[in-house]
Every structure is written in structure tokens, then in C-alpha cells.
């Protein structure tokens, strides 16, 4: 146990989302950790609790006043700081909730460790009645800061103003150092009718090339051998840079510049999945042969109706040419069902298509209005009961499309890197193509194992120090 005046205070934080908001929430712990604060693992042992949210989905948000809720009941004391989309979204709502003592949009996530560091080294002034001594920066102008009518603080401007890129690289699930994530994109130029995230992310903004370059050698300073490039709209990365760049160029220079053993990209929309981009990733072995396209629907009715820039026809040929060039590729995939005036045949024409076509895997999400969104005013909403029995059937489909891509590759040769999940005889892992598999008996996170795919999980072959 450390002494108290070994640090300011102690911290817990929690992040609800994609990985994105992962690589947010990693960059806030690190500033803190830079500021002399010490992170707990529990909420209930922090004295400030920060909790960095997503705002998709209204499920989403009720996930993060459910967790504001828990922290205060279980934490009284703690003092509670959210950030993220849903603080820059509707920092109202949540300044209401009891225990919150700042919301921090997007739009200043940088400032959270100084608006820390002077509620700590001057706890008088965080009464309620004095609002001006704790703006963490005097360069903000009057404008920028919003007081709500509650009991906390906002914080938050205009996020198509922001022009950087906040870093930290997330570990994740997985564990400390095992498969990081690096964001090296924020924002979305794009409009899709059902999204949110441009409204509480920006314009597409990307972190320089040669600071990710440094990002990625500090993770393997610090013992990473798979990491995961993450943005909101990666494949536009580097439009915004000058002289202009690509997502291809920046791989390039990670791999010619760094000793890194893997490199996996998260999400990246089809339409930059290019013929050129696939010929690089097949002559590259230290790119992970894993490839997440959002499809959201397969009527082209409804891809018109959500502002999506391609058609399923388009879709497929991306997908033929992953399959040309990366044959054992896992590709996956982000499905919307109940869209507004989907009907059954369009959904048919969806499941249909994901039926045909080889996934490995699909993320399935029912239609959630968001305010401020074109398709949050659209008529004829799809049944609630409908939207369910929907899900349910294309959840069901992601599970058999899992089985035969794993079927598929029994028998094939495949280097696994250990994550931090045991069972009583076994290690989890992961393949470059995205398989989560046993390896027999108990090994440290973030090995090597050569292995074979079998029936039943992965037979380990011997552990490997690199690719």
C-alpha cells in the first residue's frame, strides 16, 4: 500500500465503447498518471472515478447513468468525472446525476488532468457556489464554458473546432501491454443519417506521421508485439496532413521503421478497402490478416436511405477481392436492423446476402434514434418487436458464420499470441486472423505459440520470440 503523500489522489477510470474511446480513455489515464496521480482498481477505493462514455445507442447512455449510479451508491465520497461522446453530446443530463462533479465533452479531454489538479490542491474551491476558480486553463474564452443548473461543472465547446489527436494507447481487455490499441484518426467527415459520432467526434482529423510512428515504438519499448491501429473513420487517415498522406503510407513507415511483430487495423469502411491496399496487406506478414468493413444493411433502398456512399453490389466486390487476396482473411462486419421503413424484404435482402457471402464474424445493432440525426425524424418506424426478432435471427447467423470460418481453417498452420484469459488446462489466444483459441496448459500473456488449428481449439506447437 503506497503512502498517501506519495501521489495527489487516487483514481479509477472506466470506458463503455469502441475502441476509440478505449485509446481516450488510455490517453486520460496516462495524463493523470503524469499529473502524480495513482489509479486503483476499484471504484470503490477512488476518491475521483472517471468515466469516459459512448453515446451510439440509447442503450449506451443508459449503460453510463446505470454505472454513475452504481459508482455513487457503492462511492459516496468519490468524485465523479464523465467525459466522452456522451458528455459532449448531452452534458446536461448528466451534470443532473447525483455524485457527478464534471463532465468533460470531447472537445477538452486534454484539460481533464488540470481540472483535477485544482480541484485537488484546492478542494474549497470545488463548493458548488464557486463555479470560475476551477477552469483549468485561463487561455479559454468566456464562450467555451457552460455552467449547468445542477450541481456540476461542464466543460465542453465546439468539437468541429478541434484539431488534434488525443494519444495513450489503450492495452484493452486483454490485458497490460497485450494487443494496445493506437488511435491515429478522430472525427468523420461522412453524414450517415443514423450517426451521431461526427456530432460529438469532429472533422476527420489524423495524428502526424511521424508521432505515430514514435507512439508505436514506445509500445514495444514497453513490451507490445501486436498493436491495433484504431479511428473513427481510419481509412481516411492522413487526408487532412500535410503534404497529404494515406493509411497505406503511414503502414509502410510502422513497418519499415519499427521492430514491430503484428499490426492489426480496426474498423475501416469498405469503400477504402482498396485493390491497392489488399495487394500491400498480402505481401506483408506482420499485418494481421483481418479485415472489419461496416455493411450496416444490404438494400440499396435503405443504404440510399442512410446516406451510406456505396451500394451492396459494391460491398461484394470488396469482399471478392479480399477473398482473392487474402484468402484465410477473417472479415467482419456491422449490421443495422429496424431501420426506419426497412421492410421485411429488405431486411430478407440483408440476411440473404450476409447468408452467400464468407464472415467470419457480424456485429449486430438494432436502430437507436439519436437526436440531432436525420433518421431520428424519419417515418415509419420498424416494431420494436420486429427490430428484436430481427437481431435475434442475425445474431444466431454471426454465430454459424463463426463456426464454418473456424471449421475452415482446422488443419492450417497459425502463429497465436497469448492473452491474460486461463482456464484450469488452457491459455486463450489470438490469430492473426482473429480466432480466439485454447492453447494447452498455462503460458504468460503476450508469447508466440506456433500452433495448429484442431477441432477443438489450438494445439500449440512450441513458443516463438517474434513472427
Not at 470503490?44 to 451508491?73: F, G, K, S
Not at 495524428?207 to 510512428?213: F, H
Not at 514506445?218 to 493509411?247: K, Q, W
Amino acid at each position: 500500500m503506497r503512502n498517501r503523500e506519495e501521489y495527489l489522489a487516487t483514481f479509477s477510470i472506466e470506458n463503455f465503447g469502441c475502441r476509440a474511446t478505449q485509446a481516450d480513455a488510455a490517453g486520460i489515464e496516462r495524463q493523470l498518471r503524469s499529473s502524480g496521480l495513482a489509479r486503483v482498481a476499484e471504484h470503490r477505493d477512488a476518491e475521483i472515478v472517471v468515466l469516459n462514455t459512448c453515446t451510439v445507442t440509447t442503450a449506451a447512455d443508459a449503460q453510463a447513468r446505470d454505472a454513475i449510479r452504481h459508482v455513487h451508491a457503492a462511492n459516496p465520497g468519490a468524485r465523479i468525472l464523465v467525459s466522452g461522446c456522451y458528455a459532449q453530446r448531452a452534458p446536461e443530463e448528466l451534470a443532473m446525476l447525483a455524485g457527478v462533479e464534471w463532465v468533460v465533452g470531447n472537445s477538452h479531454l486534454a484539460e481533464i488532468p488540470g481540472i483535477l489538479s485544482a480541484l485537488i490542491q484546492n478542494p474549497a474551491a470545488a463548493s458548488l457556489s464557486d463555479t470560475s476558480s476551477l477552469i483549468p486553463v485561463a487561455a479559454l474564452s468566456a464562450g467555451e464554458m457552460s455552467l449547468a443548473r445542477g450541481p456540476a461543472k461542464i466543460l465542453t465547446s465546439d468539437i468541429f473546432a478541434q484539431s488534434g489527436v488525443l494519444t495513450g494507447p489503450a492495452s484493452g481487455e486483454d490485458g497490460e501491454h497485450t494487443r494496445p490499441t493506437l488511435k491515429i484518426q478522430d472525427g468523420c467527415n461522412h453524414r450517415c443519417s443514423y450517426c451521431v459520432i461526427p456530432f460529438v467526434r469532429g472533422y476527420s482529423r489524423s495524428l502526424a506521421p511521424d508521432q505515430v510512428v514514435e507512439e508505436v515504438r514506445s509500445l514495444i519499448s514497453a513490451g507490445a508485439r501486436e498493436i491495433v491501429l484504431s479511428g473513427i473513420n481510419l481509412g481516411s487517415y492522413g487526408r487532412d496532413v500535410s503534404p497529404r498522406t494515406s493509411l497505406q503510407s503511414v503502414l509502410h513507415r510502422i513497418l519499415d521503421e519499427t521492430s514491430l511483430d503484428r499490426l492489426r487495423l480496426s474498423s475501416i469502411e469498405p469503400m477504402d478497402v482498396t485493390e491497392d491496399l489488399l495487394r500491400f496487406i498480402a505481401a506483408q506478414p506482420r499485418i494481421a490478416q483481418h479485415l472489419h468493413m461496416p455493411l450496416q444493411s444490404a438494400s440499396n433502398r435503405i443504404l440510399q436511405a442512410m446516406h451510406r456512399w456505396y451500394r451492396a453490389e459494391h460491398y461484394e466486390r470488396r469482399i471478392e477481392l479480399i477473398r482473392e487476396f487474402l484468402p484465410d482473411a477473417a472479415i467482419g462486419a456491422d449490421v443495422i436492423v429496424g431501420f426506419p421503413d426497412e421492410t421485411k424484404g429488405d431486411f430478407a435482402a440483408t440476411r440473404v446476402f450476409l447468408e452467400r457471402l464468407p464472415f467470419a464474424y457480424l456485429h449486430v445493432f438494432s436502430f437507436s434514434p439519436r437526436p440531432g440525426t436525420a433518421a431520428a425524424n424519419l417515418p415509419n418506424p420498424v416494431d420494436p418487436a420486429e427490430i428484436r426478432a430481427r437481431a435475434r435471427q442475425l445474431r444466431a447467423l454471426s454465430a454459424e458464420k463463426a463456426a464454418e470460418f473456424r471449421s475452415a481453417q482446422t488443419g492450417r498452420p497459425h502463429r497465436a499470441l497469448t492473452l491474460n484469459r486461463q482456464g484450469t488446462d488452457w491459455t486463450e489466444s489470438l490469430t492473426g486472423n482473429y480466432l480466439k483459441v485454447k492453447i494447452p496448459g498455462h503460458h504468460a500473456a503476450n508469447q508466440w505459440h506456433n500452433a495448429e488449428i484442431t477441432a477443438e481449439g489450438l494445439s500449440s506447437a512450441g513458443v516463438s520470440a517474434g513472427i
